[in-house]
């Protein structure tokens, strides 16, 4: 499965962005996609997850009660709405793709930067 990340941007801190992380090629509601990031100089980390029928949601501590993650299996699309963005929230994001047993992200799509201004 391609994925592809998109809708980055500039925000001011408290502002709000939606990202989209679009799927082609294989089946996409047979897998979990997950969000990551990664800071200038920091290494990656985990934001959030959602199942394979969007039913099942974990988000890092980081983020939770501040981003939602959906899925639209019938236009292959998972979003991150980030509200309440902070500065340390800059980051590249990125979206990934596994099967549900597998611990092991195999899919990965190219990132968007997120820049949160103070």
């Known amino acids: 499965v391609q994925l592809q990340a998109y809708g980055g941007g500039l925000v001011q801190a408290g502002g709000s962005l939606r990202l989209s992380c679009a799927a082609s090629?294989?089946?996409?509601?047979?897998?979990?996609i997950g969000w990551f990031r990664q800071a200038p100089g920091k290494e990656r980390e985990f934001v959030a997850l959602?199942?394979?029928?969007?039913?099942?949601?974990t988000y890092a501590d980081s983020v939770k009660g501040r981003f939602t993650i959906s899925r639209s299996n019938s236009k292959n699309t998972v979003y991150l709405q980030m509200n309440s963005l902070k500065p340390e929230d800059t980051a590249v994001y990125s979206c990934?793709?596994?099967?549900?047993?597998?611990?092991?992200?195999?899919?990965w799509g190219q990132g968007t930067l997120v820049t949160v201004s103070s």
């Open positions: 090629g294989r089946t996409f509601s047979n897998y979990v």
């Open positions: 959602i199942g394979q029928s969007g039913v099942i949601k």
């Open positions: 990934a793709a596994r099967a549900l047993f597998r611990e092991e992200y195999d899919y």
